[in-house]
């Protein structure tokens, strides 16, 4: 079975740096994908880990252990515009898997 | 990448009714997705739609209530039959290219269906 979990919600300051951790259970495992979603927008792409580590790009951070079960994203320097919904999906065997989502607010 | 486009943006219906949502890509893509997202909540996968092959659903999903049709590789359809107010949804349509040995897939602007 697939099992992701992430928090509900977070509040951040904007300029400050904010970490949203996403732990897995997942029968297979080709990858990790943090989606980036704006309230009543399609879902876009943020990063992708296959392997143990940190993927950096630009404000966006992503790290993996898969032995943990267990990857964060870090946005540094936030911006207002940053404040969306912050998925964690997990892709297995030719499917995508999705957590609840982060509700992210980011406040002046 | 590639460029998804869904028909109709949204609607409204009636319940006992049935909808089909279009899904159209501006390239050719093997694997193509159905996703449902409930207001306030995060992506389920319905089933995956592969041209030439019947889609494989997840659990609690049927292909008589969700019918799906893939007829070549840059389109496909889904049809939400006999409506009923918790089909009030985002549906979602996703593709992944395969290109770059990642498995990432990019969506559609999905279709809001609300039902009576």
């Known amino acids: 079975g697939q099992n992701i979990d992430q928090p509900t919600e977070m509040t951040a300051t904007e300029g400050a740096i904010v970490q949203i951790n996403c732990t897995y259970q997942?029968?297979?495992?080709?990858?990790l994908f943090w989606y980036q979603q704006h309230a009543g927008e399609a879902p876009t792409f943020l990063s992708y880990?296959?392997?143990?580590g940190l993927e950096e790009k630009g404000r966006f951070s992503s790290f993996l252990s898969r032995s943990k079960g267990y990857s964060y994203l870090l946005l540094k320097e936030l911006q207002m515009k940053d404040s969306a919904s912050y998925l964690c999906?997990?892709?297995?065997?030719?499917?995508?898997?999705f957590g609840t989502g982060t509700r992210l607010t980011v406040i002046p | 990448s590639a460029v998804i486009s869904q028909k109709p943006s949204r609607d409204i219906c009636q319940r006992g009714t049935s909808l089909t949502i279009q899904c159209q890509v501006d390239?050719?893509?093997?694997?193509m997705f159905w996703y449902r997202q409930q207001p306030g909540q995060s992506l389920t996968l319905i089933a995956t739609?592969?041209?030439?092959?019947?889609?494989?659903?997840e659990s609690g999903f049927v292909i008589d209530k969700f019918p799906i049709s893939r007829p070549n590789l840059t389109f496909s359809t889904l049809t939400v039959s006999n409506m009923s107010p918790e089909d009030s949804s985002i549906y979602l349509c996703?593709?992944?290219?395969?290109?770059?040995?990642?498995?990432?897939?990019?969506f559609g602007p999905g279709t809001r269906l609300t039902v009576l």
């Open positions: 996703s593709v992944e290219p395969g290109t770059s040995g990642s498995w990432e897939q990019f």
């Open positions: 999906a997990v892709s297995g065997a030719n499917n995508l898997f």
């Open positions: 997942t029968s297979g495992f080709n990858g």
């Open positions: 880990n296959v392997l143990d």
């Open positions: 739609a592969n041209q030439g092959s019947e889609a494989t659903y």
């Open positions: 390239s050719q893509v093997t694997m």
